[in-house]
């Protein structure tokens, strides 16, 4: 595990599982460059054994957006770098085999929540709140709005975006941003939970199912077929899935390799 004092993304290995914590609490964990660099580090420099990812924040909130400071220092150049990284940071998240996992407590904001929407699931305690501020101070969450437009649809991004306010936990649920609302001192068990769910199964299998989920939810729906089908018929030759079909028709525990 990283020195807590000095990283600005703590990564702790807990047994198949990577924790991911933001750690820069005083400040309410801003995604400044060096954060998001060390973000994207972290999550393309996992352990081979690694079967999810939890992205959490250190401190009273998830993350608070961009350091604001940053960039209203920055050139035009300096702005280009720090707003690329923010996008490679997003399509890792989604790039990367292992499912992602949002541990959302306190504030989830702007850039913050971004982050939120562009994680494979979320769980959110129930203190939890989630904005896209930007329009308040003349910097509107452009590409904050990419996820989240894809997560709770037109008419609710639009309001998000448009009005800035804060919106609940229980309204994030509703509207499809985050997965599981709970209570604030059952988060770390909820997520915990739902993490042991997933790689319960074979790590093969579910990096094809997330490969294939991003590939086809843009496209039209007769690609989408045309794409998942042959996406079926790999599938149904790989190693587990024999071993799990066959295991099924046995009425016994699989044996997953991984292949």
């Not at 964990?29 to 990812?53: F, H, K, Q, R, S």
């Not at 045309?226 to 066959?246: F, L, P, S």
Request: proline share 5%; net charge negative.
């Amino acid at each position: 595990m990283n020195d807590m004092a000095d990283s600005l993304v703590v990564v702790e290995q807990r047994d198949r599982v990577a924790w991911l914590t933001l750690n820069r609490p005083e400040r309410r964990n801003p995604l400044g460059l060096e954060m998001m660099e060390a973000l994207i580090d972290a999550l393309t420099t996992l352990p081979a054994e690694t079967a999810a990812v939890v992205v959490a924040g250190a401190g009273p909130a998830f993350s608070a957006g961009h350091d604001l400071a940053e960039v209203l220092g920055s050139d035009e150049s300096e702005l280009e770098k720090i707003f690329a990284r923010c996008t490679e940071l997003m399509e890792t998240i989604s790039r990367i085999p292992q499912p992602v996992v949002a541990r959302v407590h306190g504030v989830a904001t702007a850039a913050g929540c971004q982050l939120v929407a562009a994680a494979d699931l979320a769980v959110a305690a129930e203190s939890a709140r989630f904005a896209t501020p930007g329009v308040k101070i003349g910097l509107f969450c452009s590409t904050p709005m990419v996820p989240i437009s894809r997560a709770v649809g037109r008419k609710r991004a639009m309001e998000m975006l448009l009005t800035g306010q804060m919106i609940d936990a229980s309204t994030a649920l509703d509207w499809g941003l985050v997965n599981r609302v709970v209570p604030n001192e059952q988060l770390d068990s909820a997520v915990a939970e739902l993490v042991e769910s997933i790689i319960a199964f074979s790590p093969a299998v579910i990096a094809l199912g997330k490969r294939t989920f991003y590939s086809q939810i843009d496209v039209d729906q007769h690609q989408a077929y045309e794409d998942t089908r042959a996406v079926m018929v790999a599938n149904a030759q790989m190693e587990d899935a024999k071993e799990g079909m066959g295991a099924f028709l046995d009425k016994r525990q699989p044996t997953w390799r991984g292949k």
